[in-house]
């Protein structure tokens, strides 16, 4: 019984009002402008960014919205009504005040973006802002990256700090934020997200080699072959989500140093995309390891974490790969020939992404893994789960007109488990973050 929630993205228009009218009720006179910047799904290539991978993260509709004025004075005002159904919060502050570790909470990912602008050797004054989101809180899909992301390209227009319309120009807002992220928030994040905000199309995934922040925009044909993407938002409480991300993180540098490699993505290369070589470099791991003096369970649990970061990475390249066939209209599929069966080809591949996440890199949990299998069980063509783990959200490749069905089931699944209700959203491939006034 009853029907699934989904959360809709706001009208640009309808989410740009409400900014200037919380600006209004909060900061006497008016906003110099609004912006917008999306949250995103990864489509696939999970806990790669760090490592030095390729991630193909899309933009979602759903996005947080800024009214914003310049200030001289350095001093940040911000109210932010991101946290429904509570009374907005307010935060003020001083930029000198403002540095590793501080301001803590939400406000670190606005003060923390001035800050590492400043940093970075732009003239930064100050802002009143005033902040409203559709991105759900804490669903894994970069509610935090999507609010930095508005505030420095507020910023950067407002201060004429470059080409805001340039990607170069925002790959430099994005390692401010990143830096935003990793100093001030004190989250050791990789740089996806926020490549993500700024940085992706309409209609495409991005293609980022996080190893040299190069970008590709890679087609997502799905609407027009009657296909969709269904993001599953399990509201699963994240469970020592920081330190579980942190571990894993600190896994992979240990494995990559362990094999005489910068990052694992080196290891990847080493293992030449063969399963022969993928076996060869985790023997080379498993030896080295031991030498090291790493007990046999750890010696296990790296090679496990390496062997997701080289069947991840391959996995990234076969979905590029069946994506620009199917666009190309040039697609010979394991399902068939044609885009169609391309695409549908992608299903198993995300499966397969999940069942890696689950048993090699054990970022999964119960609830991920329920919504998954349900989605699969009706009808999808593959399902993972999104973003860091241990709770958050999943995101299932459907027949187009089957995703109130698949949701239903996958509600059902979740409540019979015990698990909390699910939400969803329509995961259309949408622009990066932009001037709204
Ligand atoms: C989080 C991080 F913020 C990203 O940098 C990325 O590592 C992701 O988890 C896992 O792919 O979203």
Excluded: K
């Amino acid at each position: 019984q009853g029907a699934p929630t989904w959360l809709e993205a706001a009208p640009a228009s309808a989410a740009a009002d409400a900014a200037v009218a919380l600006f209004a009720g909060h900061w006497e006179g008016q906003a110099d402008g609004v912006w917008s910047a999306p949250g995103r799904v990864n489509l696939i290539g999970e806990h790669l960014d760090y490592n030095g991978g390729p991630v193909l993260p899309l933009a979602l509709p759903h996005s947080t919205v800024a009214a914003v004025r310049a200030r001289q004075d350095g001093v940040v005002r911000v109210v932010s009504a991101a946290d429904l159904g509570g009374e907005p919060s307010v935060w003020q502050g001083h930029l000198s005040d403002v540095g590793p570790g501080a301001p803590e909470g939400w406000a670190a990912y606005v003060a923390g973006v001035l800050w590492a602008l400043a940093q970075a050797g732009h003239a930064v004054g100050g802002v009143d802002a005033a902040v409203v989101s559709t991105v759900p809180l804490g669903a894994g899909l970069s509610s935090s990256a999507a609010l930095e992301c508005v505030v420095a390209l507020a910023v950067a227009d407002l201060g004429s700090l470059g080409e805001t319309s340039a990607d170069a120009f925002r790959a430099e807002l994005a390692a401010a934020c990143v830096r935003a992220e990793n100093e001030v928030a004190r989250a050791s994040t990789g740089g996806m997200d926020q490549a993500a905000s700024l940085r992706c199309t309409a209609e495409h995934a991005l293609r980022l080699d996080s190893a040299t922040g190069a970008v590709t925009q890679v087609p997502l044909p799905l609407a027009e072959h009657g296909r969709a993407l269904l993001v599953m938002d399990t509201r699963a409480p994240h469970r020592h989500a920081d330190g579980e991300y942190g571990s894993r993180r600190a896994a992979s540098e240990r494995a990559a140093e362990l094999l005489g490699h910068g990052l694992l993505a080196e290891a990847v290369t080493e293992a030449g995309g063969t399963a022969e070589g993928a076996e060869a470099v985790l023997d080379r791991l498993r030896t080295a390891a031991a030498e090291a003096g790493e007990g046999a369970d750890r010696v296990e649990e790296l090679v496990r974490r390496t062997r997701h970061v080289i069947s991840e990475t391959a996995r990234v390249h076969q979905v590029v790969s069946l994506l620009t066939s199917a666009a190309q209209g040039s697609c010979v599929g394991v399902s068939g020939v044609g885009a169609v069966a391309c695409i549908d080809d992608v299903g198993p591949v995300l499966s397969a992404s999940h069942a890696s996440m689950r048993d090699d890199y054990e970022i999964s949990c119960p609830e991920l893994d329920v919504v998954c299998s349900a989605a699969e069980a009706a009808g999808a063509l593959g399902a993972r789960m999104t973003g860091g783990g241990f709770g958050g959200s999943a995101v299932a490749l459907v027949r187009a007109g089957t995703e109130e069905a698949v949701a239903s089931a996958v509600r059902a699944a979740a409540l019979e488990a015990g698990h909390p209700e699910p939400a969803f959203l329509r995961a259309l491939a949408s622009p990066g973050a932009s001037r709204l006034r």
